[in-house]
């Protein structure tokens, strides 16, 4: 009898220490704030070490993550306990998983995968949904099924949508800011960043972008580099200037950069460029260089030159 009942404490012991209660055989656990913090499993303690907004979350949120049972159209809970589930994330050995849609919680104020490099990669995911205001780190990375994505008013893309080979158009009108992202999109062709206010370090190296409205963005800096197939851009909202963009496009000849004051290190080896109106700029460092059809330049109110 007295084994019996050790034996029975013991289950219950063990069962309320475990660090993930929730759904492990649909793909995911659920776990709050508090008790993520407070856990002492060693893959639960590098997520917080890791995860970027945590502490921006109260203790009774919930945290989501993901696991190698994720199937194949997944729609993520959006409470757990009476409380919402705010946080998506995933254990540092998520798969490649079957997963081709994925429809995330209308709580979901973070979806940060962390170890992105691995998460959701070379995977058939053709479609994702995400809430408005969330923040995107870290996640979607070589995505190759991915053809087409509506994400409107978000907060954040963060290091996001890289090598995405099949990503053909991306409407993100309405979102705050991009940040590393849109990278190596090899087919990504048309982009809706209507609204957008800050671009930095994103749509590199994306070789079928011919054309995109960047004239509501306020800040562009070391973006739109490398895209060989872009003919005409005018970022006439960058009132503040333009930094490290729009070099090495081969095809871009038309430039509107009326408004623009600064320009700093951009439209370098741009070999199609044969006129540039600077009818704004103040100063101009180190800019349309290697330009070989270049042949006039007006710079009417320019006083610092490089």
């Known amino acids: 009898m007295k084994k019996s009942l ?25 776990i709050s704030v508090k008790n993520l913090k407070a856990s002492e499993n060693e893959m639960l303690q590098k997520l917080v070490k890791e995860l970027s907004y945590l502490d921006e979350c109260s203790d009774e949120d919930f945290v989501c993550v993901l696991n190698e049972g994720l199937g194949d159209q997944t729609v993520l809970p959006s409470d757990a306990d ?88 991306a ?13 190596e999109c090899k087919s990504l062709a048309s982009v809706k960043i209507d609204s957008v206010e800050t671009v930095e370090e994103s749509f590199v190296d994306c070789d079928s972008l011919s054309d995109v409205d960047v004239s509501d ?18 970022p006439t909202g960058c009132t503040n200037g333009v930094y490290g963009s729009f070099n090495n496009c081969a095809l871009l000849e038309d430039i509107d950069l009326t408004g623009v004051t600064r320009l700093s290190e951009s439209f370098v080896n741009c070999p199609s460029v044969k006129t540039a109106d600077l009818v704004d700029v103040e100063s101009t460092f180190y800019c349309f260089d290697d330009c070989e059809s270049l042949e006039t330049a007006s710079i009417p109110k320019v006083t610092e030159l490089q």
């Not at 050790?6 to 659920?30: E, H, R, T």
């Not at 800096?221 to 851009?233: A, H, I, P, Q, T």
Request: proline letters at 3%; hydrophobic letters at 35%; a negative charge.
């Open 171 to 183: 409407d993100l009108s309405g979102t705050s800011r991009l940040s590393g992202s849109f990278r």
């Open 217 to 234: 963005i306020t800040d562009i800096s070391e973006s739109f580099n490398e895209c060989d197939s872009l003919k005409s851009v005018a």
């Open 82 to 169: 009476g409380h919402p589930v705010v946080y998506v994330t995933a254990e540092d050995n998520f798969p490649n998983t079957k997963a081709t849609a994925i429809k995330f919680p209308d709580s979901a104020k973070f979806i940060d995968m962390v170890y992105g490099s691995s998460s959701f990669s070379d995977v058939s995911l053709t479609s994702v949904t995400v809430p408005e205001g969330c923040v995107i780190v870290n996640s979607f990375k070589s995505c190759e099924k991915l053809d087409g994505l509506k994400l409107n008013n978000l907060s954040n893309i963060d290091s996001s949508f890289i090598n995405c080979d099949e990503l053909k158009t």
């Open 6 to 30: 050790c034996l029975i404490l013991a289950v219950m012991l063990l069962i309320c220490c475990m660090p993930l209660s929730g759904c492990g055989n649909q793909g995911y656990n659920l």
